[in-house]
Each structure stands twice: as structure tokens, then as C-alpha cells.
């Protein structure tokens, strides 16, 4: 099985040549779902959206896609209190926390942005606890995805203002409920990091997967467009899973690997 996480594409400022290499690369890949984590447009407009839009129904699989912050309308202020998720929903539907369950995978969306907060990503007592009971009907076979916008784990020491509020409860308890994954985006920086149980080391263990920007001019230093491609397999009851980091080549005007992380699962269940 494979997922394909595409996280920050900001229609708007994306760049034609790397539209046209992704969509090579998921033709090539044949993924079975795309994860689109947010930050889908640059400023939320309808001509964004609808660019995003077109670009989806190139795509040969299913998607499921939560918003960013910046697919809450900036300027129009009474879009954005009114009716923050109109343009959004219009393209990828009314459900802002979408789920996708198989007999190999269950991938639920989490809606981490707040119309109150300009950046910041939140999580509430009501989400964290909704994700739980989820996790817990999980089957032993199936991968444990967490999708949402925003980080909770940082390494670079600029990003911790960027982390999601509420991480600190939320984050533990999801491991302890059978978390394997939670994959975001955000700050344009591609990365996996184990996350830990209310134990922490000594405990059960997550992954997080941060995704840079697939396609914007938006880039974060010298770091190129990027997304990840996740792997998970189940050979005689053991769990196989991986993340490659593809970026993308301006000289080859294509996606290549540059860096594969295997994760340990753990299953007590």
C-alpha cells in the first residue's frame, strides 16, 4: 500500500514545471490515496481553489485533503467569520476532518486551523478525545494515520513557535491509543521524528512526518519542492513501513529519492 502525503502546494504561487513533474510522479507511483495537508491555496480565493481543484481530478486515486491556514480567506475579513471554509468546501466538500478506512489503512483528518488565529494551529479537548475512541477501533493489521496541518514536533529551534497548541496533551494520548503516524506541513520542512506515549522512551512510540512544499515558489531556503511517499506492508504479522522523501530536480524537471526512513511500528494490538 501506498500513501502519497502532497502538503502545502499554495495554488497561487505554484510553478508550472513541478505541477507537471507531480503529476508524472503519481502516475508513475500509482498511489492508493493522496494526503493533501493543508495550505492547499496561498490566500484561499475561488481562482485558487479551482486551480487546486483541476489538479485533483488529474490524479488517478483518491484524495483526502484538510485545510491550512491559508485556506482561510486574510483580507476579507467577513468571509473569514462568516463563512471561513466556504471556498474550500466548495472544491473538496463539507467534511473538514475526512476519513479513509481499508482493511490496510485508517487515515483520519484532523481540521487544526482556527478563523480566530492567523497561523497557529489548535487542537481541541473534543478532537483529541474523537481521535482516541478511532484509534482504539483500529484493527491490528490496518496503518494508524493522523493527518493535520500543523506540527507538534520541531527541530529546528524557529519552528516552535509553529507548533500546534494543545500538542502536549494530544500528542501522547494518540500514541497510547495506537498512533503510527500523524503526517503535517506547515513550515516547509521535510522530516521524521519519532513521538512517544504518556511513558515517553520507555513507552510506545509514534512517528510524525513533516512534508515540504510540493509545489509553491514558496520554498524554505535551499530545501526544493517535496513529498512524501509512504509504504506499509504486512509480511507473516509484521508490519514493514516506510517514508521516502522525493524532492523535486529542476535540472532532471522531475521528482527523485533522496532519502528513505523505515519506522518501527509498534503493536501490542
Same mark, same amino acid.
Given at each position: ?46 481562482? /485558487? ?77 473534543? /478532537? ?42 494530544? =500528542? ?10 500523524? =503526517? ?13 506515549? /504518556? ?51 529542476? /535540472? ?18
Amino acid at each position: 500500500m501506498k500513501l502519497l502525503q502532497i502538503s502545502d502546494p499554495h495554488f497561487g504561487t505554484e510553478q508550472l514545471p513541478v505541477v507537471t513533474a507531480l503529476l508524472e510522479f503519481v502516475k508513475a507511483q500509482a498511489p492508493d490515496l493522496v494526503l493533501l495537508s493543508g495550505d492547499i491555496t496561498q490566500r484561499a480565493r475561488r481562482n /485558487q481553489f479551482a486551480a487546486a481543484g483541476r489538479f485533483v481530478k488529474q490524479l488517478p486515486c483518491p484524495v483526502l485533503a484538510v485545510p491550512g491556514n491559508h485556506d482561510i480567506p486574510l483580507y476579507n475579513l467577513a468571509a473569514r467569520f462568516i463563512n471561513p471554509y466556504g471556498n474550500f468546501q466548495r472544491v473538496f466538500g463539507s467534511n473538514l476532518e475526512p476519513e479513509f478506512e481499508t482493511d490496510e489503512v485508517l487515515v483520519i483528518g484532523i481540521n487544526s486551523t482556527r478563523a480566530s488565529r492567523h497561523k497557529n494551529g489548535e487542537v481541541s479537548p473534543e /478532537q483529541v478525545a474523537r481521535v482516541i475512541q478511532r484509534l482504539r477501533q483500529a484493527k491490528p493489521e490496518q496503518l494508524r494515520v493522523i493527518m493535520q496541518h500543523h506540527p507538534v514536533k520541531a527541530v529546528a529551534e524557529s519552528d516552535t513557535a509553529n507548533l500546534l497548541i494543545g500538542r502536549e496533551h494530544a =500528542v501522547p494520548a494518540w500514541v497510547d491509543a495506537g498512533l503510527d503516524l500523524l =503526517v503535517g506541513g506547515h513550515i516547509h520542512l521535510p522530516y521524521v521524528w519519532p513521538i512517544y506515549g /504518556q511513558a515517553g522512551e520507555t513507552g510506545r512510540k509514534g512517528w510524525t512526518a513533516q512534508a515540504g512544499t510540493a509545489l509553491s515558489s514558496r520554498v524554505r531556503g535551499d530545501i526544493p519542492n517535496s513529498v512524501n511517499l509512504i509504504s506499509h506492508s504486512l509480511d507473516n504479522g509484521k508490519h514493514q513501513c516506510a517514508v521516502e522523501r522525493w524532492d523535486y530536480s529542476s /535540472q532532471a524537471q522531475a521528482f527523485a529519492q533522496v532519502l528513505v526512513t523505515d519506522l518501527e511500528l509498534c503493536r501490542d494490538s
